[in-house]
């Protein structure tokens, strides 16, 4: 079991069991975003942009945005609906950039303010 205050899907012991954050959150519709981490150096932010677009584009509309958060650049790539990202996640659950392997997560969808309350 992972760490049960960073998964977003547990609720007190309701529902399934934690899956350390990395399963679908029991209610929630999946998610049209994609994660990539673990990005090489040596890549431009425009060849990470490139390169995700060339890999995730035959799974439907997409768009792609490189980001520069504290501790690390990550790509997001943003699908239109659920299934064309569940399909390129489980198609593509890796990608290589200058022979490094990058890591691709799912971001799931966050639960709105109401259903804490």
Known sequence: ?????????????????????????????GYKVLCVSSLHLKASDDVVRDTLYREYKKYGDISVRVMHEPDERVAYVY?????????????????ILFDKPAMVEAVYESASREEYE
Not at 8 to 28: E, I, V, Y
Not at 80 to 94: E, M, S
């Open 1 to 29: 079991m992972g760490d049960r205050r960073r998964s977003p899907g547990f609720r007190g012991g309701r529902g399934p069991p934690d899956r350390g954050g990395r399963g679908p959150p029991a209610d929630r519709g």
């Open 79 to 95: 699908f239109r609906n659920f299934d064309d990202a569940r399909d390129a996640k489980h198609a593509k659950g890796r990608i």
